[in-house]
T-cell receptor, first 114, second 116 residues
């Protein structure tokens, strides 16, 4: 059983389109995250949610809108895609918000904007 | 502000050699946690270890070992008798109380290439 899953795994789309990435975790965790990994492999947090409440919004353009329908799901919707949005997007989850919590990552979604 | 530096961008070794990955961190907090993750060529991020700032004991897990030294703000990772399957990008990360919402700050990663 996959602990943190993401769909789709690959996403190729044209500039200006709107797309969504879905994330689900079956670990019973309360906290979920989105990270972006750029072409140089640098990982940076975008958002975190705890019990469906937004906790971190890390200077991400308004075109990115996360939605958490329940604790097990955190989706990422991107409007008006730009070339610079091409990256790998990772979803992660942890038991809670504590500094000691380990984050477990999904397999990543490779987004290519043409 | 939190910062994690992995000065080695790429290390190439021949199988069975030992390889040590350096990680230096910056934080003003006294309570923090350090992590290592592995990203194999398939792309997923695999959790390897978590260490808290109050526990400076070294840890060994099979061929992996970690050396935590608060005096030098370092948390280095050694792979003993490397194997081809160890080829991956390895990330060091930091979480501290001042990082709201359990934000992980990652280093830039070290790519390890193990040649047969």
């Amino acid at each position: 059983d996959t602990a943190v899953s993401q769909t789709p795994k690959y996403l190729v789309t044209q500039m200006g389109n709107d797309k969504s990435i879905k994330c689900e975790q079956n670990l019973g965790h309360d906290t979920m995250y989105w990270y972006k990994q750029d072409s140089k492999k640098f990982l940076k947090i975008m958002f975190s949610y705890n019990n469906k409440e937004l906790i971190i919004n890390e200077t991400v353009p308004n075109r990115f809108s996360p939605k958490s329908p329940d604790k097990a799901h955190l989706n990422l919707h991107i409007n008006s895609l730009e070339l610079g949005d091409s990256a790998v997007y990772f979803c992660a989850s942890s038991q809670g918000l504590g500094v000691q919590e380990t984050q477990y990552f999904g397999p990543g979604t490779r987004l290519l904007v043409l | 502000a939190q910062k994690v530096t992995q000065a080695q961008t790429e290390i190439s070794v021949v199988e069975k050699e030992d390889v040590t990955l350096d990680c230096v961190y910056e934080t003003r907090d006294t309570t923090y946690y350090l992590f290592w993750y592995k990203q194999p060529p398939s792309g997923e991020l695999v959790f390897l270890i978590r260490r808290n700032s109050f526990d400076e004991q070294n840890e060994i897990s099979g061929r992996y070992s970690w050396n935590f030294q608060k005096s030098t703000s370092s948390f280095n990772f050694t792979i003993t008798a490397s194997q081809v399957v160890d080829s991956a990008v390895y990330f060091c990360a930091l979480s501290d109380f001042k990082a709201a919402g359990n934000k992980l700050t990652f280093g830039g990663g070290t790519r390890v290439l193990v040649k047969p």
